[in-house]
Nanobody, 117 residues
């Protein structure tokens, strides 16, 4: 079982920035891969960015150069990790509900990001 607490969404004008956070705590297993997905109205959920335990990251083409994913591995507790998504130069097309994902199977409740033109 895992608990994911997301924060940082909101309303921002085009060209602005937001930083999302997801604090994850797991029971009985280690947290490895972490990532962010998003789902816009009428569209399928899509990968935004992901990062492995060792720090290797991968981004959707649409956000490369604008978004940065990072994770806090300072804690020795492999059951507790935090992942961040720094979003710059935001566009109206970035408007969506953003979901934190851990170890592929576990999802946060989602946080709304709205970018006005």
């Amino acid at each position: 079982q895992v608990r994911l607490v997301e924060s940082g969404g909101g309303l921002v004008q085009a060209g602005g920035s937001l930083r999302l956070s997801c604090a994850a705590s797991a029971s009985g297993f280690s947290i490895n891969d972490m990532g962010w997905y998003r789902q816009a109205p009428g569209k399928q959920r899509e990968l935004v960015a992901e990062i492995t335990l060792s720090g290797t990251s991968n981004y959707a083409e649409s956000v490369k150069g604008r978004f940065t994913i990072s994770r806090d591995n300072a804690s020795r507790d492999n059951n507790k990790k935090t992942v961040y998504l720094e979003m710059n130069s935001l566009k109206p097309d970035d408007t969506a509900v953003y979901y934190c994902n851990v170890n592929v199977f576990y999802w946060g409740q989602g946080t709304q990001v709205t970018v006005s033109s």
